[in-house]
């Protein structure tokens, strides 16, 4: 198995990797909306949403993948009463790719996030 760190997304706030390499799969972490060069994070739910997907995005990117490879995406958040707000900048963000969901309410995120995304991605073989 290999780890992937990656500088454009936010450090690990706990003993885990962004992500890690195995079988042809990219294991990716939940990812917050902290923006990665200063740490903080917006009170919006969609600017949250947005930044975790952005985040996402760089670590697929560092393992030279994209968007359009994610199998699966997990979501945790804190009032699914905001589910179709997010679902707007979800499909805005993906386009027309729809890999495979959970949205799942949870009480309550690591440094009071209101929504965190992880994802599955296969790694196309040669």
Same mark, same amino acid.
């Given at each position: 198995?290999?780890?992937?760190?990656?500088?454009?997304?936010?450090?690990?706030?706990?003993?885990?990797?962004?992500?890690?390499?195995?079988?042809d799969?990219?294991?990716?972490s939940?990812?917050?909306?902290?923006?990665?060069?200063?740490?903080?994070?917006?009170?919006?739910?969609?600017?949250?949403?947005?930044?975790?997907?952005?985040?996402?995005?760089?670590?697929?990117?560092? !393992? @030279?993948?994209?968007? /359009? *490879?994610?199998?699966?995406?997990? +979501?945790?958040?804190?009032?699914?009463?905001?589910?179709?707000?997010?679902?707007?900048?979800? !499909? @805005?963000?993906l386009? /027309? *790719?729809?890999?495979?969901?959970? +949205?799942?309410?949870?009480?309550?995120?690591?440094?009071?996030?209101?929504?965190?995304?992880?994802?599955?991605?296969?790694?196309?073989?040669?």
């Open positions: 198995m290999r780890t992937i760190f990656c500088e454009n997304a936010p450090a690990p706030v706990g003993p885990y990797s962004q992500a890690c390499v195995g079988c799969l990219l294991f990716i939940g990812q917050i909306g902290t923006e990665p060069l200063t740490g903080e994070m917006t009170d919006s739910l969609d600017k949250q949403a947005l930044q975790a997907l952005e985040n996402l995005r760089a670590i697929l990117w560092t !393992a @030279g993948l994209g968007v /359009e *490879h994610l199998a699966m995406v997990n +979501v945790y958040i804190t009032d699914l009463d905001q589910f179709e707000h997010f679902n707007e900048v979800y !499909a @805005g963000f386009g /027309e *790719h729809r890999p495979s969901r959970a +949205v799942v309410e949870v009480s309550r995120l690591p440094k009071g996030a209101k929504v965190e995304i992880s994802g599955i991605a296969v790694i196309p073989t040669k």
